[in-house]
């Protein structure tokens, strides 16, 4: 071989790498490249896909406000935690954040959700996470439902009125949709004193507070912060009859 055919030899080598490494580059970017196809307003959220599902790249699938929606995956299997080993009615299921990590965590689970496209994604993910089996999928107003449904725990983790939620100082219980927290909370309450919500962090915590005294005896509530990766996501409350047990 000659010295200009070694150099040859190198150069075809060497661009046969760089393509190569462009091919992994591309592929670790979002294996599925539905990047380009995503609105504006979900982008923010997309490059948050894998805090809110891990097995994302398994073929996860959300709606635009199934994506402003999820409870992050490390914040869902919290709450799951707390709740271990019950049977767990979640009435506002969305894209199944929360269902998936109550199916793997607790004795059953009831997802609830009034949008028939939100149930079928929340049905598509469980499958992706292999859970599909121990949910009980429901298309359904929870208000109505309420009164026919029996569990141990009611988790409630209602629309915020979009992302736009944090651009009021302090958020309070009439701007829950589709009805005030209260109402929520009523409906909830008549099912069982186990109730967990989830709140925006800028929720006026002396009104979380009061929702106990809806009950009498008033019912002990304990209150906690939610991060993912040291930024503040959202308030949980849980509400019971007996102090809750550290998970
Ligand atoms: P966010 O505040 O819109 O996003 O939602 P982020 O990235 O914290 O915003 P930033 O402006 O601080 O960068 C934070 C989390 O709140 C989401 O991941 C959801 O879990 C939850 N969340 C947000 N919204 C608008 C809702 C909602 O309407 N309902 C419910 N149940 N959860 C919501
Ligand atoms: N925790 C969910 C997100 C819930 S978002 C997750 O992690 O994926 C709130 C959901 O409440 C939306 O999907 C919306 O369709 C649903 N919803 C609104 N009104 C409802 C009602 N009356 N009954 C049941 N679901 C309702």
Not at 222 to 247: L, M, P, Q
Request: aromatic fraction near 10%; include cysteine; charge should be positive.
């Amino acid at each position: 071989m000659t010295a200009n055919e070694r150099v040859a030899v190198q150069a075809s080598h060497s661009r046969r790498l760089k393509k190569r490494k462009r091919v992994k580059l591309k592929r670790s970017r979002g294996k599925r490249g539905d990047c380009a196809i995503i609105s504006p307003l979900v982008k923010k959220y997309w490059l948050q896909r894998y805090h809110l599902f891990s097995r994302y790249d398994e073929g996860v699938e959300l709606d635009e406000e199934g994506w402003y929606s999820v409870t992050p995956e490390e914040i869902a299997i919290r709450h799951a935690e707390r709740c271990r080993g019950k049977t767990v009615i979640d009435c506002f299921a969305g894209v199944g954040g929360n269902a998936i990590q109550f199916a793997i965590l607790c004795r059953h689970v009831i997802a609830i959700d009034i949008d028939p496209q939100k149930i079928a994604l929340a049905l598509h993910n469980a499958k992706v996470y292999g859970v599909e089996d121990r949910i009980d999928f429901v298309v359904g107003d929870f208000f109505q439902l309420a009164p026919s449904l029996k569990g141990d725990v009611v988790y409630l983790s209602p629309p915020w009125g979009g992302p736009s939620y944090k651009m009021i100082q302090q958020f309070n219980l009439d701007l829950l949709k589709p009805k005030d927290g209260y109402s929520v909370f009523q409906a909830a309450q008549r099912i069982t004193p186990n109730i967990v919500m989830f709140l925006p962090r800028n929720m006026d915590l002396s009104q979380v507070e009061e929702l106990s005294w809806l009950s009498s005896p008033p019912l002990h509530v304990e209150i906690e912060e939610n991060y993912v990766d040291g930024n503040f996501k959202g308030i949980t409350a849980y509400f019971s009859n007996v102090a809750w047990r550290e998970a």
